[in-house]
């Protein structure tokens, strides 16, 4: 059986056959990614990787305090670019900032958005929305103005509630984006 390759050269299927790439290891790439946050030393960490059958590596990449810099991706991208050899096997290589319209997926995220409101989908269906007002192990608290009937009054009041939100029980978590 033969096949056409992109460059329209014809091969026999075998080993080097498009179809059957061999899949990049995934903890050699997190390691290559590692070793450059490890030497830029500036609060950068991974907050997803991927990479697909046809190994296009996806890399989203966060930091503790301020945002990421163009530099401190092409610097990630560059590790990982020159690590990996492309006669043995080829790659397609993304490496991204986490972005404001993207959930929540790292712990670090919700550290650093401290004092933000956050929107909150629960497992069970429930949406919550507040700020951050602490992060303790395996529980945030978030804060909200919410109307409720005081007791002796006859109108509803604005009343601030603290709400404890365990991270197991959360299924998404967004910023909430605003322009005032």
Known sequence: MYIF???????????????????INKDKVIALVEER??????????VE??????????VE??????GVTVTDCVSVSRNVEHNLDRDEQDFELHVSSAG????????????KNIGRRVEIAMRDGQKLEGEIIKINEGVMLIKDQVLKLVEN?????????????????I?????????K
């Not at 390759?5 to 899949?23: C, H, N, Q, W, Y």
């Not at 299924?171 to 322009?179: H, L, M």
């Open 100 to 111: 404001l319209d993207k959930p929540l997926r790292h712990i670090n995220q919700y550290i």
């Open 37 to 46: 946050i490890n030497e830029l030393g500036n609060g950068l960490y991974i």
């Open 5 to 23: 390759v992109a460059d329209l050269e014809i091969r026999t299927r075998g080993r080097k056959s498009p179809l059957f790439l061999p899949m």
């Open 153 to 169: 009054k006859k109108k509803k009041e604005l009343i601030e509630e603290v709400t404890e939100v365990h991270f197991a029980e």
């Open 171 to 179: 299924k998404e978590a967004k910023i909430v984006i605003s322009f």
């Open 61 to 66: 990449i966060d930091k503790i305090s301020g």
């Open 49 to 58: 990787l991927t990479i697909s059958s046809a190994n296009s590596i996806h």
